[in-house]
């Protein structure tokens, strides 16, 4: 079983962001399996915490679960043209102790939304920075920017049109190759 992280960028309780995340995980065919991970538990990132002894215990849990996905999926808002401080810390938190980075090698695809036209552009080129860093293949192509967010979905939550599914389920099968370009 190939194992599959879903990170959301948004902690708000209704986010569009998890919602998407959420469904684009049931995108992915047998043999691949999916799991929301949170990260709005996580102190924020401090340096001390690196004493020994000093470890959060929402660190260890945080670290241990993501060492046991084969890759990750970020679904993101945009907060004032990039990413969330939420993500940007769970992704700090994840690359620590050095040389322990949780993130190291794992295959990675970004959705950005947003309730507006301009779909979080910022946010997604912001993220893709700091996956390059943190040695993270990630799908370039096709390249997931949804826009008027709010109206995707209908009352249950769920995708309200087949362009969007067919577009995402593209997006999950290249995503798909990449991960077994990967998996030895
Ligand atoms: C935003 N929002 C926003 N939208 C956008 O398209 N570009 C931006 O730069 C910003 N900046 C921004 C900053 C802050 C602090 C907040 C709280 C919001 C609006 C944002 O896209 C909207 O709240 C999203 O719907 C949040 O996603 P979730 O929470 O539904 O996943």
Redesign the pocket.
């Known amino acids: 079983m190939v194992k599959i992280a879903l990170i ?1 960028g ?1 902690l ?1 309780k ?5 919602k998407i995340a959420k469904n684009v995980g049931e995108l992915f065919p047998t043999g691949y399996e999916t799991e929301f991970i949170e990260i709005g538990q996580l102190p924020l990132f401090n340096e001390d915490y690196e004493q020994e002894g000093n470890t959060p215990a929402e660190y260890t849990a945080f670290r241990n679960k993501l060492n046991e996905v084969d890759a990750v999926l970020f679904v993101t ?5 990039s990413f969330s401080g939420a993500l940007k810390n769970a992704l700090d938190v994840g690359s620590r102790p050095y040389g322990q980075s949780v993130w190291n090698g794992k295959p990675a695809a970004v959705i950005s ?4 036209n ?1 779909s ?1 552009f ?1 946010a997604n080129h912001h993220l893709r920075q700091v996956l390059v860093f943190l040695n993270m293949p990630t799908v370039q192509q096709p390249e997931v920017y949804l826009a008027n ?2 109206e995707l979905f209908d009352e249950s939550g769920k995708f309200n049109n087949q362009g969007t599914i067919d577009f995402l389920q593209s997006f999950v099968n290249t995503f798909v190759d990449l991960i077994n370009k990967y998996k030895g």
């Open positions: 959301s948004s708000r209704d986010s569009v962001s998890t808002p945009e907060y004032n043209r939304q947003s309730p507006g301009l979080g910022g967010s709010f």
